[in-house]
């Protein structure tokens, strides 16, 4: 595992020590590298006094809040940024007061910082962590909270081996009487004395049992400093279990991005990387987002379309008839107007659908998108087609459907140079794909198309894959 900081994470801890603003990474320090390394969250405590500083540094240094509407907790907020270099996502848990306890509900607010911002040491990466005297403190507090109820029984079951590590990480090196010092000045609520049977019981590793009744005495302790009654955190406890193993299971729903859904359309003509690098982006999207993918290029048959395609299909296989020149090329000509007018229909409603995502929140990927260009690429046939009133009228019709379709937030335009692109094509494994001659008459006729965009920038992509996709996840993120 390589547990490097990344660039980003070097950034924001000197931001943060050169602003003077008042943080504490508070909890599983001993995994900190990890977090540094873009591996894991990092669980940041701010001083509400110094929360506006805190947002200033963070934007100046282009994170993004972000939420799940299913998942919530008060005080405590998701922010994600993008290290350039990696492209991986820093992702920061924001809390402005410690809502924790089992780990699903959150149920307890304990009231330690003052205690956590007040006893801070420097790790030796800038990072300020608790004292290990406070860090025993939250270790024992949340770990019997979470032992006293069946989820977070189980889940220290499964994971006992991690919480030995932390514990001991910890362990080694506190000064007990310190301890007690601070839980005499900052936490009142329980003895310095049942502070001891707790460690006593972790350290003898008394019964599981046996540690469950004290979480429960524990519980009874903190009662005042519930968020939610007993029926209210029993209900909120398993509402939250059956929705994430449902989604884990079929809903797949990630974050929601505060800044909105946006339309992000790669184009560009065959051999420029488009199949590769949209499938890049929405594997890199979708690790944290609610990121969605769309061939607009090759729309899939509607139910309401089956039918026309049927008869399309059977036209095309029955061939050339025998009657008279001018009677089959107006019969050509109203075959190719349906043919268009169809594909024109199936990318309008493919949009509606790429639209009523973004508006709902979602990162639309498409590969592909309708130009401006009449008789081009991804753009409307028809109008070039004047010979019949008929074909006229669907011509007018295909116009009135690409003129509605929703303008993306960006467009990023895939350009190479034809012989490069000659040369991959030549190595692609694909059926039917074009000869030299096909391609170099595509980029002839296609070149220089014209796109309806918030924003539309050309991508070199004859570079190499990966300075190409840190170019454009650097570019996206900006946008998103």
Not at 92 to 101: F, M
Not at 420 to 448: H, P
């Amino acid at each position: 595992m390589n547990n490097s900081a990344l660039h980003l994470s070097k950034q924001i801890i000197a931001a943060l020590n050169s602003n003077s603003i008042s943080y504490c990474y508070w909890k599983n320090n001993h995994d900190l590298m990890k977090s540094l390394a873009g591996e894991d969250d990092w669980d940041l405590l701010i001083n509400k006094d110094h929360y506006s500083s805190f947002m200033r540094v963070i934007h100046s240094l282009g994170f993004k809040e972000a939420y799940n509407p299913k998942i919530y907790f008060p005080f405590i907020s998701h922010f994600y940024g993008l290290d350039v270099e990696t492209g991986k996502f820093l992702h920061l848990h924001v809390h402005l007061k410690i809502i924790t306890g089992e780990s699903h509900t959150k149920n307890y607010h304990l009231p330690l910082e003052k205690m956590i911002l007040d006893n801070t040491i420097s790790h030796p990466s800038g990072c300020k962590l608790p004292q290990p005297e406070v860090e025993l403190i939250i270790f024992v507090l949340r770990y019997y909270i979470k032992i006293s109820c069946i989820p977070g029984a189980i889940l220290i079951w499964k994971r006992n081996r991690a919480f030995h590590e932390e514990f001991s990480a910890i362990y080694r090196n506190v000064d007990l009487n310190k301890t007690h010092t601070l839980l005499n000045s900052y936490f009142q609520y329980i003895s310095v004395r049942f502070f001891s049977e707790m460690i006593d019981g972790y350290i003898r590793k008394r019964t599981f049992r046996k540690r469950a009744l004290i979480g429960l005495k524990l519980r009874w302790k903190l009662s005042s400093l519930c968020r939610l009654g007993v029926v209210g955190s029993f209900v909120a406890r398993y509402y939250q279990i059956v929705y994430r193993l449902m989604n884990k299971l079929t809903f797949k729903e990630k974050k929601f991005l505060v800044t909105g859904g946006s339309i992000i359309a790669i184009t560009g003509l065959d051999a420029t990387g488009k199949s590769t690098i949209t499938s890049e982006l929405q594997r890199w999207l979708n690790a944290h987002f609610n990121t969605r993918f769309l061939h607009v290029g090759r729309p899939k048959a509607r139910l309401e379309t089956l039918l026309f395609r049927a008869v399309l299909w059977l036209k095309k296989t029955k061939g050339v008839n025998s009657e008279s020149p001018a009677t089959e090329l107006k019969k050509q000509s109203i075959i190719f107007a349906i043919r268009y007018l169809i594909l024109a229909y199936e990318r309008f409603q493919l949009l509606k659908i790429a639209n009523r995502l973004r508006a709902n929140g979602y990162i639309v990927i498409c590969d592909r998108y309708p130009s401006l260009n009449l008789g081009k690429m991804d753009s409307p046939r028809i109008g070039k087609v004047n010979n019949n009133t008929l074909v006229k009228f669907m011509g007018r019709i295909e116009d009135k459907l690409y003129k509605t379709m929703p303008v993306p937030d960006a467009i990023y335009n895939l350009k190479i140079p034809v012989d490069v692109a000659i040369k991959r094509n030549q190595l692609r494994v694909k059926d039917d794909k074009e000869t030299d001659e096909q391609l170099r008459c595509r980029y002839d006729e296609n070149s220089d198309l014209c796109y309806n965009a918030l924003s539309f920038e050309v991508i070199d992509t004859s570079r190499e894959f990966q300075v190409v996709m840190k170019e454009l996840k650097e570019k996206i993120w900006v946008k998103l």
